[in-house]
Antibody, heavy 115, light 107 residues
Framework: QVQLKESGPGLVQSSQTLSLTCTVS????????VSWVRQPPGKGLEWMGV???????LYNSLLKSRLSITRDTSKSQVFLKMNSLQTEDTATYYC?????????WGQGVMVTVSS | DIQMTQSPPVLSASVGDRVTLSCKAS??????LDWYQQKHGEAPKLLIY???NLQTGISSRFSGSGSGTDYTLTISSLQPEDVVTYYC?????????FGGGTRLELK
């Protein structure tokens, strides 16, 4: 069955770089796009970016300068890297299959940015 | 990027009420809109895709409509388990964007 699972550090220092991994199973990242979505505590959802099945990317304009999404197709993994973290980047980070009709989501990983 | 505005941010209603949630886009999104339900501490769940298509396994009391810049999610008869938060999401052009959400509460 289709599964996605995020992993990464729970705590990151401000100004540092966040690195998260989304490990997928039940589908190929060369056949489906994978998006990243985040949610600060008590706030709404924010679409961050997508890596298309072909390997190119599209980012939220507000995050574009700090964000990079890549993948390792042999490991069925998608990576998120975001630099220059601030406390406002504290959030639960989700990966989801697709660019719309998000039927499948990971459980999310909570990341706290400490000053 | 296209901006999505949901209203109201909080909606109070009673069990059995017909409830309508609104989502307005900053430009024509040509029905390229999904609706998601999110319970506290869980990942969002897809309810409606492409404006008015009910996702498999979702109760028929949920329905979606709209065109152009204005879209609605309707719950025909509110149930206690529906009292959570709802988000619209557009994917018409450029980056995707979520609305700010509408949280339902019991009156």
């Amino acid at each position: 069955q289709v599964q996605l699972k995020e992993s990464g550090p729970g705590l990151v220092q401000s100004s540092q770089t966040l690195s998260l991994t989304c490990t997928v199973s039940g589908f190929s990242v060369t056949s489906y796009h994978v998006s990243w979505v985040r949610q600060p505590p008590g706030k709404g959802l924010e679409w961050m970016g997508v890596i298309w099945s072909g390997g190119t990317t599209l980012y939220n304009s507000l995050l574009k300068s700090r964000l990079s999404i890549t993948r390792d197709t042999s490991k069925s993994q998608v990576f998120l890297k975001m630099n220059s973290l601030q406390t406002e980047d504290t959030a639960t980070y989700y990966c989801a299959r697709g660019f719309y009709e998000f039927k499948y989501w990971g459980q999310g990983v909570m990341v706290t940015v400490s000053s | 990027d296209i901006q999505m505005t949901q209203s109201p941010p909080v909606l109070s209603a009673s069990v059995g009420d017909r409830v309508t949630l609104s989502c307005k886009a900053s430009q024509n999104i040509k029905k390229n809109l999904d609706w998601y339900q999110q319970k506290h501490g869980e990942a969002p769940k897809l309810l409606i895709y492409y404006t008015n298509n009910l996702q498999t396994g979702i109760s028929s009391r949920f329905s979606g409509s709209g065109s152009g810049t204005d879209y609605t999610l309707t719950i025909s008869s509110l149930q206690p388990e529906d009292v959570v938060t709802y988000y619209c999401y557009q994917y018409n052009s450029g980056p995707g964007t979520f609305g700010g959400g509408t949280r339902l509460e019991l009156k």
